[in-house]
């Protein structure tokens, strides 16, 4: 058997505990509601025709199928983020947050997963009223009344707060708002294509020009490799998706698959994070690429666009994790911007 990858995520306890309190029985959700997946359907090509357009919260039986499957899976993707963030800076001190574009509130969700101790004071931002009602109303059944938070309608009326969240929130605007700068810690996740990854990639440099240090994806704080040499590459994550069986009942209905789900991801802050404990960490940008003669994967651990390679005459490739971190032994030959590892072990490392 395929042994499973570390890095796979399941759908959060908090996540479960939010769907039931909503729908009580989940392996039965499709015989009660059995619209889901063709309303799935009819949203996901909307985002995938109108790349950047609003949520189309308009469409009938929206809330439900935004609420099973793009919030579902939204928070599991978070959470992975998360996971980076608690692992680097795991002292993080943080009282009060800002989530932009918070939608149904999978950032909260993810948070409470990962940082249950942590309570933090929530201002959302959702430009969409309706949206802001159904959010207040599950949120007023998962969580108990004394966690209160404030609605705005735009960035203009949050106050600062520690964290800037923004999770697939980011896709109309040009300029990161002045509320992420003015944060202590700044979390962004958006969708893992060419354009909103690259964006992200150039916002990353604005943040290090305000005094952030980024945390991760990136190892270093050098320039983005990927933006420096290369027009079409962009950084994205990718992690295998622990399905329950509700949630496999609704995809088997879909031309839709979520082995694996993708996403572009960043996370800047104004403290020091961990070190790392050597200058040779990298992060697996790609997925294995084969090769006459050779296997490829990329990585990044500084500006220079490098590919780890595993010549065929010395034996077989090592599978590494996509977006997992490794140590690149220092005898490893560098050829062009190869990183000859052949008959080298790799090591992966803990993010
Ligand atoms: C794709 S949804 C993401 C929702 C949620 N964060 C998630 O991860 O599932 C984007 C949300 O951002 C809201 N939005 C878009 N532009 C906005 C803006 N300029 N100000 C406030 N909210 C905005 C939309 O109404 C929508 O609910």
């Given at each position: 058997?395929?042994?499973?990858?570390?890095?796979?995520?399941?759908?959060?306890?908090?996540?479960?505990?939010?769907?039931?309190?909503?729908?009580?029985?989940?392996?039965?959700?499709?015989?009660?509601?059995?619209?889901?997946?063709?309303?799935?359907?009819?949203?996901?090509?909307?985002?995938?025709?109108?790349?950047?357009?609003?949520?189309?919260?308009?469409?009938?039986?929206?809330?439900?199928?935004?609420?099973?499957?793009?919030?579902s899976?939204?928070?599991?993707?978070?959470?992975?983020?998360?996971?980076?963030?608690?692992?680097?800076?795991?002292?993080?001190?943080?009282?009060?947050?800002?989530?932009?574009?918070?939608?149904?509130?999978?950032?909260?969700?993810?948070?409470?997963?990962?940082?249950?101790e942590?309570?933090?004071?929530?201002?959302?931002?959702?430009?969409?009223?309706?949206?802001s009602?159904?959010?207040?109303?599950?949120?007023?059944?998962?969580?108990?009344?004394?966690?209160?938070?404030?609605?705005?309608k735009?960035?203009?009326?949050?106050?600062?707060?520690?964290?800037?969240?923004?999770?697939?929130?980011?896709?109309?605007?040009?300029?990161l708002?002045?509320?992420?700068?003015?944060?202590?810690?700044?979390?962004?996740?958006?969708?893992?294509?060419?354009?909103?990854?690259?964006?992200?990639?150039?916002?990353?440099?604005?943040?290090?020009?305000?005094?952030?240090?980024?945390?991760?994806?990136?190892?270093?704080?050098q320039?983005c490799?990927?933006?420096?040499?290369s027009?079409?590459?962009?950084?994205?994550?990718?992690?295998?998706?622990?399905?329950?069986?509700?949630?496999?009942?609704?995809?088997?209905?879909?031309?839709?698959?979520?082995?694996?789900?993708?996403?572009?991801?960043?996370?800047?802050?104004?403290?020091?994070p961990?070190?790392?404990?050597?200058?040779?960490?990298?992060?697996?940008?790609?997925?294995?690429?084969?090769?006459k003669?050779?296997?490829?994967?990329?990585?990044?651990?500084?500006?220079?666009?490098?590919?780890?390679?595993?010549l065929?005459?010395?034996?077989?490739?090592?599978?590494?994790?996509?977006?997992?971190?490794?140590?690149?032994?220092?005898?490893?030959?560098?050829?062009?911007?190869?990183?000859?590892?052949?008959?080298?072990?790799?090591?992966?490392?803990?993010?």
């Amino acid at each position: 058997m395929k042994p499973l990858n570390p890095r796979a995520e399941g759908f959060p306890d908090r996540l479960v505990e939010s769907l039931e309190l909503q729908w009580s029985d989940l392996e039965g959700l499709l015989r009660q509601k059995p619209y889901l997946p063709s309303t799935i359907k009819a949203i996901s090509d909307h985002f995938m025709v109108r790349k950047g357009e609003a949520t189309p919260w308009h469409l009938d039986g929206v809330f439900e199928a935004y609420l099973a499957y793009f919030h579902s899976l939204n928070t599991v993707r978070m959470t992975s983020v998360l996971r980076h963030l608690k692992q680097r800076l795991p002292n993080l001190s943080a009282n009060t947050a800002i989530d932009f574009g918070s939608g149904l509130g999978a950032t909260e969700l993810a948070w409470s997963d990962m940082f249950p101790e942590r309570k933090l004071e929530w201002q959302f931002v959702e430009a969409n009223p309706t949206v802001s009602v159904w959010h207040e109303k599950l949120r007023r059944s998962e969580l108990n009344l004394s966690d209160e938070a404030l609605w705005h309608k735009s960035i203009e009326a949050a106050v600062k707060a520690d964290i800037f969240f923004s999770s697939y929130g980011l896709n109309e605007l040009d300029e990161l708002p002045k509320a992420a700068i003015g944060a202590n810690i700044v979390v962004l996740l958006e969708p893992s294509d060419r354009y909103h990854s690259r964006q992200l990639m150039a916002w990353r440099q604005k943040l290090i020009e305000q005094g952030f240090e980024i945390v991760a994806p990136c190892t270093h704080q050098q320039g983005c490799p990927l933006l420096l040499n290369s027009k079409q590459d962009f950084c994205h994550d990718r992690i295998p998706l622990i399905k329950p069986s509700w949630f496999q009942k609704i995809e088997d209905q879909l031309p839709i698959k979520n082995d694996t789900i993708t996403f572009s991801y960043l996370i800047a802050t104004k403290d020091r994070p961990e070190e790392f404990g050597s200058p040779n960490v990298a992060r697996v940008l790609g997925d294995t690429l084969r090769e006459k003669g050779k296997t490829k994967q990329m990585v990044c651990r500084s500006e220079q666009r490098e590919f780890l390679s595993w010549l065929k005459r010395h034996g077989e490739a090592q599978f590494l994790p996509h977006g997992g971190l490794v140590e690149i032994p220092q005898q490893a030959e560098i050829k062009g911007s190869e990183v000859r590892v052949g008959g080298i072990t790799i090591n992966e490392v803990e993010s």
